[in-house]
């Protein structure tokens, strides 16, 4: 109807003006710093719906000047021109300009009572003006690609946005900031996710790097000071290197610890199954990709059950409270399941120490075994010739126990030989050489009967054919009791052996039957040196 778009036309004339109006009002108002006239534009704004557009006019008239200056884009020269991507100090220079020109106006809009805090000059105006600058005068700011660098303006925008929110005089307004859409749009600029992506690369890399070798590196020569007079290898320096980063203030974004916290549970994992691939490695003889498992000798495995000790204080003690109290904004029961993992972690490691002391161990017995070969001697020599009774113990009773000792007397022993780790070695290794001696000297006792049984009936029956008298008695002493003697002398010296490592042979129960199988009738029951 005519009438009616008459109308339409008249209102929207009216509102054009009025707008236009009120604009100059407010932007006359704003030069002037003039509380009244700012208030009463404010209210103004408020009733007609229209705080987008006060928003705009502030942003425009008051923040984009000091923000040109500050963050330089478009074809204007730079009055203040900052050097490089770095923000904090843009960010420092912008506060000290709210201070001085935005704040007279966020105080009025904040007034209690007074309906205004529809008004968002925070993000519609100062924020917004902030991020365009940064997308236009600096965006290689919000690039993760350079990961250092991205971490020192994201963190700095985090300070900012906590300066912002300062503002706010209540935790509504301050949850009104947070979801306005230019306070997301600018979380949205800092991809943290492929932040961590890079930091994951370089973090696990470096381990990675480290666990390739085919031989333990000793941490004598390391650039690392800091762990080389505590951790005994280089493997485990870099591990300790890797873990520290998830967690170090210039790596560590704490809206991604979950991420850094999983990472740090991998780090540990990859050590331990390298650890356990190489003691499977050593078992099997198969050294595909872990020809150090292979090469180690008794003393590098030493230095591991050190550095995993180590390592497991290190992680479960200081270092989780470290942890603890970077997360302690968490709620406690988020802290309790950090605690329990981090634990857990440090146990995988704690769990590899007895099969890294069986390989010691069994390398050591291997090498002690090797002098029992000379056994099958003793059989011979009283087989063949007519030896007396032996009186003193045979030259390779000594020898067995040699590798344990030189071993246990090296240098090394004093730095990364703990007691208890010295005990828990000699009883394995004592036991371990007790149990082969006595299933050889058991089997040369057996043999040595069981062809002294066939003798004996072969001379009883060539005796019979001859007519003889089968009621021959031998007082000579018996080829097997002099095995038998001299295998007692022997484990008697064997016995004053350990009992010079602190281990009583008495207590090894292979000894005990290795002593029975030996022994005369009347000492069976006492074992004595």
Known sequence: MPFIENMVKRIQNASLLLDTSLGHCFADSLEHRDANAIYNCLRAYAA????????????????????????????????????????????????????????????????????LHVFSFLANSILKEVLSAIQKGKPRAFSPGRPVEFLKNYKSSLNFLDYLEGYCPSRYAVAKLRE????????????????????????????????????LLRSQNSSNQEYSLSLALKQSIS??????????????????????????LQLLSRYSHWLSAGLNALKTGNASGNEWAISATPYDFLYVIHDINWLVDEVCGDYL??????????????????????????NSLKVLQPLLINSIVET????????????????????????????????????????????????QEATYLTKELRKELVHGAAFEITRRYYELASD????????????QKMRLGAQRRGGASSDVSDNNVSETDKICMQLLLDIQEYGRNLASLGVDAADIPTYCSLWQCVAPSDKQNTISF
């Open 48 to 115: 007609i719906d229209e705080t987008s557009s006060a928003e705009e006019i502030f942003r425009s008239t008051v923040v984009a000047p000091f923000i040109q200056k500050i963050i330089p884009h478009g074809s204007s020269g730079a009055v203040g021109e900052s050097s490089g991507d770095e923000l904090e100090q843009d960010y420092e220079r912008i506060k000290r300009h709210i201070i001085d020109d935005c704040k007279f106006c966020l105080e009025i809009s904040f007034t209690e009572n007074s309906g």
């Open 180 to 215: 306005e859409t230019v306070y997301i749009d600018f979380m949205k600029q800092w991809n943290t996710g492929v932040y961590f992506s890079l930091r994951f690369q370089e973090i696990a890399g470096a381990l990675d790097s480290a666990l390739m070798t085919t031989t």
């Open 239 to 264: 591990l300790m290197d890797c873990l520290r980063s998830c967690w170090r203030e210039d790596v560590l974004v704490l809206s991604c610890s979950d991420k850094f916290l999983r990472l740090f």
């Open 321 to 346: 409270g470290h942890v603890l109290e970077l997360l302690k904004s968490c709620s406690p029961e988020v802290r309790d399941l950090v605690k329990q993992g981090i634990l857990q972690g440090g």
């Open 364 to 411: 050591l017995v291997e090498k002690s075994v090797e002098d029992f070969r000379q056994l099958k001697g003793i059989a011979a020599t009283y087989r063949i010739t007519n030896k007396p009774l032996p009186v003193r113990h045979s030259p390779y009773v000594s020898a067995v126990l040699r590798p344990l000792k030189a071993f246990l007397e090296a240098e």
């Open 444 to 455: 040369l006792v057996s043999a040595a009967r069981k062809m002294e049984s066939s003798l």
